[in-house]
């Protein structure tokens, strides 16, 4: 329970923010359809206006309400328009995460006059970064690519209390097999029987006869302890370093970064728009996690201040109930106003300073991974490449060298045969030789592994 001194803090903030010097936020996507249907389901995909996992009109305004309380809680802090060196928006690549940042930046920013491109409409475009999913190392959880995680998840189905409550409630699981006909449903994945439930209550769609509030009750409590089992359970810190760690050092980093004085820093606010499993693995880490699945639009805030004296200390404060709010989080160990050398120091324990070497990779998994990431690199570059060579009467000759320089310095034989012979310039040809123009040889091929 949160002291009443700590209510008093937070509603000190909340009305003087004077002192703040960053704001970051992460914040579950808005109300959405079902992920999928089960197999005996009477609703499917087509019975879903935008079909699976798509934001709702109501899931929509959730995140316009979020804005709105941002907008209200960070005014005097943030300009009152939208000025692009103030804010960064960042989601995972997934079109509800994308569209409740949309919906939460048009809370947050209502365009005044000079920024309405159209009288009668009171939104403006406001850029939302995002990777593609097979890239995201930061929002989108969990992280594969992890012999030593994978190790610790069959260790954790062995632990007591997965065996306790694989035990209490396997007559449930057994009901959810029969009634769903998904014969494959467990401990670890009887979420998605609940999660498809909740949707279709939630839009108002009549649940099936054997869907008694028990059996609802049963499912809430596996949905809740299947979401943790990922990040915590059983040794929680190391699965924290190889999980939710990798985006609570990025936080760090970015916090630690905002604290030193720079009087060319403008960003004042970082957004993140992510999942229910991204915020679970942000909190545990931090070791704050309720062990409650967070709901629609729950946001996890931190907020840095900074003092004339040079020194810097972290809040946090979680908003998972739109009709209250948003109550501190205080991290174990420090006090609720964490002097930031404090926050570093013990969020460190729960950040791994090499996490491949801490996953057990072999040395041949590493390289792998490395070149998938290098033939994006490589892909993006020949795309780039392609584009300008396509457009009629004009050569970036810059772009060019620049392209034909990073092959030759890559020179890696497992990714490029003959480097040296991947470009050849034509400064002997007369026809090219006032440009100087370099050409791309057949020669040069990419190996994609």
Known sequence: MVSLAAFCVALVVSLYLGDTSTALQLFRHGDRSPIRAYPTDPYQEKDWPQGFGQLSQKGMRQHYELGSFLRNRYKGFLNESYERHEISVRSTDYDRTLMSAEANLAGL????????????????????????????????????????????????????????????????IEWVRNKTGQNDTDVKSVWSVYDTLFCESQHNLTLPDWVTPDVLEKLEVLRDFSLEVPFGIYKQQEKSRLQGGVLLGEIVKNLSKMATPDPKQRLKMMMLSAHDTTVIALQVSLDVFNRKQPPYAACHIFELYTNDNGSASVMMFYRNDSTVDPYPVQLPGCALDCPLEDFVRITHLSISDDRNKECQLSSENRGNTFNRQLNFLLIMLLEKLHLLLAQPGVVYVDDLWTFCDILHRLSLPHVIKRPEACCETTRNNPSNAELMIPVIAPSCIVELN
Request: aromatic share 10%; hydrophobic share 25%; glycine share 2%.
């Open 109 to 172: 920013y209502p365009p005044p006059s000079q920024q309405t491109f159209k009288p009668d409409l009171k939104w403006q475009p406001i850029p939302v970064h995002t990777v593609p999913l097979s890239e995201d190392r930061l929002l989108s959880f969990p992280i594969g690519e992890c012999p030593r995680y994978k190790q610790l998840m069959e260790e954790t189905e062995h632990t007591e209390e997965f065996v306790n409550i694989t035990k209490k409630y396997e007559d449930t």
